[in-house]
């Protein structure tokens, strides 16, 4: 990248102030910030608190051999005690931790006692199978509740679990497994997405044919659809026949601070995924204190809805972790939103009442493009608070999310965090913070981040650069699996005692960070950087865009020019003026060097299975190349439906 900095070009003048009431109750008020400045390690010692130790920690960070950090190093504890049994100790047993709702409508409510008898008896039921602590276990399941008692049995024991989405291939899976030598693999016959039964345990069957799963012992298959199966006897065992003839009962045995309790694979754009590692005391800690103070959790009262799967780091920190350690009651849906018609997700909000939501741009887009009086035939009032975490969220997406979600009342927080960040790092607090459309504005107590130059040094308010987080935080990643060179090369080695997050990002005049995307997608058109989510946004601020791509193609004249691939929203049809008029709305809210040479309707978009757009893809049709890897797509037939529109391309 140039040392100029990343375009500065976005004007948002729009504020929300914190609604008083909530202000005036929240969880987390201004002074946070304060005492968290003043002790940052006291502050965390302080959190760690939230949880039950068995021995409480003398240490709060050993940060003696950097980069790999050690929280509460001597404090021990049991992670599935802290989200599930001193709830029921507490009185709380009654409580619903899980309104699930399966997507052809059947539904289950477990409560916190509920939960600790599933919990136990999946745990006794994987000692039987020989899984020990420190033992790795594969989870390949659809959004049913059996995947939160899977993990947390795993957390129960000690042994680290590797979720792997259930719509990644056999291909995928195999991968995951070699790299993490998982000894069991916990699946279903299928599961329901799309209106209709998709399986998942032919992918396993064909994973395990691969060299490198021999460690693979046993596979635990949940009836879900009923589908046929294949079988192989002395390895494959039904979860109904193992786990249900299992104690209720079950101790739980405390553990260090730092005993792993997950991998999480990301794709990376290039390479073998990379096994993000964390551990258990400085992970739940940070998921607890940020699910109650960026959601203002009351665990009386309300009612939390993550839409993100489990198979995703948001599933892991906000529907498994943070909210059972707060001992929320949640809402969690199998399916699409658009099953059997584009309001389910608001039906099901006002069927529970649900009072804080949480989901991603992506889908938020999708709502949009459908249709204002989708959700307005539904009652939502119960809503108090929005989010919304994945990818930078365009302004006008968060303006129609607060006003067609949230009724207009609701704050929206926008929060920006990895896999490797483990929980949430740069958001609003929504009792405190005036919030500003597109921004993710603010550290949390307790965090330090910034945007710095090429050279390292901090940019000031107002201009551009790469974000980084300058000190450690308890739910940092701690290694890649098995890779302690590829976690120093991939973020320490950017900028000495850094860790860089990979993200462009600028602070405005106000210092409030926006985040810009991927830095390998900024684009560099004349001499000037110009971030993909600006011109993004400006798209999409036009009346008649649902959804926008943007990447920068090679260019003989301008080393890269501006590719835009749009999607129209309602009625809006694809017209040479449209064109026309999107170019020049762009150069009027930008200037006219973020003007696209090209812009294309599209039916849709390449997506992640969280929802994240695949710019390098794009880019490959821009450049007229070969594909690169689809393997992480949610639909790879949308690739072959965007290049059928290219020859029409001027
Ligand atoms: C939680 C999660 C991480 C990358 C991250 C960034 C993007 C996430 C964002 C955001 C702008 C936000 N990202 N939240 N960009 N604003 N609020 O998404 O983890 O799947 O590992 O992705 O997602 O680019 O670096 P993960």
Redesign the pocket.
């Given at each position: 990248m140039s040392n100029e900095s990343l375009a500065n070009l976005l004007k948002e003048e729009r504020r929300f102030e914190p609604p008083t009431e909530l202000a005036a109750a929240a969880n987390v008020t201004a002074d946070a910030y304060e005492r968290a400045r003043a002790d940052r390690l006291g502050f965390w010692a302080e959190q760690a608190r939230r949880l039950d130790w068995a021995t409480e920690p003398t240490e709060t960070l050993d940060w003696s051999n950097p980069p790999f950090a050690k929280w509460f190093q001597d404090g021990e504890l049991n992670v599935a005690h802290n989200c599930v049994d001193r709830h029921v100790q507490a009185g709380h047993g009654d409580r619903v931790a899980i309104h699930f709702e399966g997507e052809p409508g059947d539904s289950r409510t477990i409560t916190y006692a509920d939960l600790q008898r599933e919990v136990s008896r999946a745990a006794n039921a994987l000692t039987e199978l020989g899984v020990r602590a420190g033992d790795r276990v594969a989870i390949y399941l659809p959004m049913i509740p059996e995947a939160v008692f899977a993990m947390l049995a795993c957390a129960r024991l000690g042994a680290p679990h590797s979720v792997v989405f259930g719509g990644f291939s056999a291909d995928a899976l195999a991968t995951r497994i070699q790299d993490a030598q998982a000894r069991v693999v916990i699946t279903s016959d299928g599961g329901y997405r799309k209106g209709g039964a998709s399986p998942l345990k032919p992918a396993v069957d064909e994973a395990l044919t691969r060299p490198g799963t021999e460690d693979v012992r046993s596979v635990v298959v949940v009836r879900r659809t009923g589908q046929d199966v294949d079988w192989t006897e002395g390895r494959d065992v039904w979860w109904h026949e193992l786990v249900d003839r299992q104690s209720e009962e079950h101790t739980p045995q405390a553990f260090g601070a730092e005993q792993p309790l997950f991998i999480l694979y990301?794709s990376g754009t290039t390479g073998k995924p990379k096994g993000i590692l964390h551990t258990s005391g400085g992970y739940l800690t940070q998921a607890a204190y940020t699910h109650h103070a960026v959601f203002d959790l009351k665990p009386e009262s309300d009612v939390f809805w993550c839409t993100a799967d489990i198979g995703?780091?948001?599933g892991h920190s906000y529907i498994v972790y943070g909210p059972l350690a707060n001992g929320a009651t949640q809402v969690m849906y199998e399916g699409t939103p658009d099953s059997p018609h584009k309001g389910r997700w608001w039906e099901i909000a006002e069927k529970y009442g649900v009072t804080i939501f949480y989901t991603a741009p992506t889908a938020i887009r999708a709502c949009m493009k459908w249709g204002d009086d989708i959700p307005a035939k539904y009652d939502l009032s119960a809503l108090r608070i929005l989010g919304?975490?994945?990818?930078?969220?365009n302004p006008e997406a968060w303006v129609w999310y607060r006003e067609h979600i949230g009724g207009g009342r609701t704050p929206v927080v926008?929060?920006?965090?990895?896999?490797?960040t483990g929980s949430i790092m740069?958001s609003p607090l929504p009792g405190v913070t005036a919030t500003k459309p597109g921004s993710?504005q603010v550290p949390l107590p307790g965090i330090a981040a910034t945007v710095v130059d090429d050279e390292a040094r901090e940019v000031p308010d107002g201009s551009g650069g790469y974000l980084v987080l300058t000190e450690p935080w308890p739910s940092m990643l701690r290694t890649i699996w098995g890779d302690d060179q590829r976690y120093l090369d991939t973020y320490w080695a950017r900028f000495e005692n850094r860790y860089f997050?990979?993200?462009g990002a600028k602070k405005d005049d106000d210092g409030d960070i926006w985040?810009l995307?991927?830095v390998d997608d900024v684009m560099l058109v004349s001499g000037h950087n110009i971030s993909t989510?600006e011109v993004e946004s400006a798209l999409v601020s036009h009346p008649s865009v649902a959804e926008a791509a943007v990447v920068g193609a090679a260019d003989p004249q301008t080393t890269q020019s501006i590719c835009a691939f749009v999607i129209l929203r309602g009625t809006a049809a694809e017209s040479e003026g449209l064109v026309d008029e999107l170019r020049a709305h762009v150069a009027q809210q930008l200037g006219p060097i973020a003007k696209p040479k090209r812009v294309l309707a599209v039916a849709e978009l390449p997506k992640t299975r969280?929802g994240?757009i695949m710019r390098r893809l794009l880019r490959d049709i821009a450049e007229d190349r070969q594909l690169g890897d689809v393997t992480t797509l949610t639909d790879p037939s949308v690739m072959g439906l965007i290049q059928e529109k290219l020859p029409s391309a001027p």
């Open positions: 990301t995703w780091v948001t919304s975490v994945g990818e930078p969220i926008d929060t920006w965090w990895q896999t490797e740069i993710a997050a990979g993200d985040l995307g991927r989510t969280s994240k």
